[in-house]
């Protein structure tokens, strides 16, 4: 029999269970892959595959464990790796690495300083590898250099500057074509994204429409963004799905232009998205996946595209995940810790209102040399302004 102390200790616990924070992208090859189901990681393979068989567990030693609030992750295109924010509770600043063809992880250490890793949106940027990050109205970059093994020496976020958008703006951010786009930022007419040129480190004075051809504007509304990759290079489109999820609109920032989409079947405001470059995935807050598929240049496909679920990753059953992480950390033996967290109805009822976790603005690194027009064009005029001062 335990005795009372150990009893009073095992209760104790119960209370602080984390609930596992689950996220979704893709590796290099575009196959899904699904972190922190139930404490395991999936690879659900091609999309062709999306709706047969089962997804193959990758979970290996050296993972987070998925227990973070907001967790995020991003494809590092170029590189085939995957970085992890807010993947593990008890440190919230290191970035988690997942080097998807070797299959290993590994874990960098990050250094904050004045950036607030519970609060923020970020991109990764597809050319530079660089993490840009909004938090509390300031913006600051993290340079992941060429990762897919952690470096034994600590990064740093570095503070760029104050956004112009004031400190209250939560924010709704997507790369495409090496500029940050915010959407539904105060003061900016509907439909119009605030932009921020990576190359240029410089926030454009004025916003760019985005209008949809029947002459309507994307809502001024908060939401979720996923950008769409390319075989190769910069994004050039990217998912917008407000928190009502009345529909997906996809903007196009080459030609300027939105198409209105169906929205998500699941409309859950506390869903995250991953984009691959012929799907949009829907992680919902229950740890439910559905896909909705894309066909660029396509809009008569892309209107009467509909949301499939996706089925092949098992929902995630919140208590054993929880009880199960929580009992792990805590040294409660994990069929003790199981017994507990069936037994408490508190718990169940808990569960089905986790945090899940953030799929990501899914993003990544290429060469230098497979710029967009717009970014080899800016790139020339880079060139030619250091010509000049030669
Ligand atoms: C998670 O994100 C939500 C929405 O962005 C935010 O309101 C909340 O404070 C975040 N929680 C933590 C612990 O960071
Ligand atoms: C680790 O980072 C240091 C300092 O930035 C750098 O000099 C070194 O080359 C890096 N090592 C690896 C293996 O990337
Ligand atoms: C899109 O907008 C940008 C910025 O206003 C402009 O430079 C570009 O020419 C526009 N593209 C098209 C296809 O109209
Ligand atoms: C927990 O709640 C469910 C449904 O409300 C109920 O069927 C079950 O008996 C409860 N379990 C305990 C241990 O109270």
New binding site residues.
């Given amino acids: 029999m335990f005795s009372i102390p150990t009893l009073v200790s095992l209760f104790l616990a119960v209370p602080t269970l984390v609930l596992s924070s689950p996220c979704v992208t893709f590796d290099a090859d575009f196959n899904l892959l699904a972190f922190g189901f139930d404490g395991k990681d999936w690879n659900a393979g091609t999309q062709d595959t999306w709706t047969t068989g089962s997804a193959t567990d990758i979970t290996t030693t050296g993972r987070p464990p998925f227990d973070g609030t907001n967790t995020t992750c991003y494809l590092a295109q170029f590189f085939n790796a995957v970085y992890i924010m807010n993947g593990d509770a008890s440190n919230p600043s290191a970035v988690h690495i997942y080097d998807a063809a070797a299959k290993s992880w590994s874990t960098q250490a990050v250094t904050t300083g004045t950036f607030d890793p519970s609060s923020f949106d970020a991109i990764l940027d597809h050319d530079t590898n660089v993490f840009y990050a909004l938090s509390h109205g300031e913006l600051f970059f993290l340079n992941m250099?060429?990762?897919k093994?952690a470096?034994?020496?600590a990064?740093a976020w570095t503070d760029v500057e104050k956004s112009p958008y004031g400190a209250d703006y939560q924010p709704v951010m997507a790369l495409a074509s090496n500029h940050i786009h915010f959407l539904n930022v105060p003061d900016t007419p509907a439909g119009d994204a605030q932009i921020f040129v990576i190359h240029f480190s410089f926030f454009q004075p004025a916003p760019q429409p985005y209008p949809l051809s029947d002459g309507s504007a994307i809502p001024a509304t908060h939401g979720q963004t996923a950008s769409f990759f390319q075989a190769s290079g910069v994004q050039q489109e990217f998912a917008f799905i407000p928190d009502d999820g009345s529909a997906t609109y996809v903007i196009d920032v080459l030609t300027n232009t939105t198409q209105k989409l169906a929205g998500p079947t699941t409309k859950d405001s506390k869903a995250t998205y991953a984009a691959s470059i012929t799907a949009l995935v829907e992680l919902d807050s229950t740890g439910a996946l559905s896909f909705l598929p894309y066909k660029q240049g396509d809009d008569s496909a892309n209107t009467a595209a509909t949301w499939t679920k996706l089925s092949k990753v098992a929902v995630p059953s919140s208590v054993s995940a929880s009880s199960g992480t929580s009992a792990t950390k805590s040294g409660v033996p994990t069929a003790v810790a199981t017994n507990l967290a069936g037994g408490a109805n508190a718990t169940n009822s808990a569960a089905s209102g986790k945090s899940t976790g953030g799929a990501s603005q899914a993003s990544g690194a290429s060469s230098l040399g497979s710029h967009g027009t717009s970014a080899g064009m800016m790139l020339a005029g880079v060139l030619a302004f250091f010509a000049f001062l030669l």
Wanted: no cysteine; proline share 0%.
């Fill in positions: 250099d060429d990762l093994v470096n034994s020496t990064m």
